[in-house]
Nanobody, 121 residues
Framework: QVQLVESGGGLVQPGGSLRLSCVVS????????MGWYREAPGKQRELVAD???????TYGASVKGRFTISRDNAKNTVYLQMTSLNAEDTATYFC???????????????WGQGTQVTVSS
């Protein structure tokens, strides 16, 4: 079993910053790509950013230059540093990880339960 637990969400004023964390635990042999997605009311879930095991990153167009994704492979943790937040960033943020639970097995996609980020004055 694999668990993903996000933390760091909350209420922040426009222009402010937040740092999200996601810890992966359980039966883990190797974690491949990790990422953050978000879902706003009435909208589809969208990619915010993802990062490969070796540190290559991809960002959604709306967050490029404002958000930074990073990971600590030793801690099975992925981070999302968010700056210059605005109301359009309000959403539930979900962590995703592709986890191989045994050598040579498939890497399956796992999701966290989500953490709410609200940007409002």
């Amino acid at each position: 079993q694999v668990q993903l637990v996000e933390s760091g969400g909350g209420l922040v004023q426009p222009g402010g910053s937040l740092r999200l964390s996601c810890v992966v635990s359980g039966s883990i042999f190797r974690i491949y790509a990790m990422g953050w997605y978000r879902e706003a009311p009435g909208k589809q879930r969208e990619l915010v950013a993802d990062i490969t095991r070796f540190g290559s990153t991809t960002y959604g167009a709306s967050v490029k230059g404002r958000f930074t994704i990073s990971r600590d492979n030793a801690k099975n943790t992925v981070y999302l540093q968010m700056t210059s937040l605005n109301a359009e960033d309000t959403a539930t943020y979900f962590c995703n990880a592709n986890v191989e639970i045994r050598f040579g097995g498939p890497a399956n996609s796992h999701w966290g339960q989500g953490t709410q980020v609200t940007v409002s004055s």
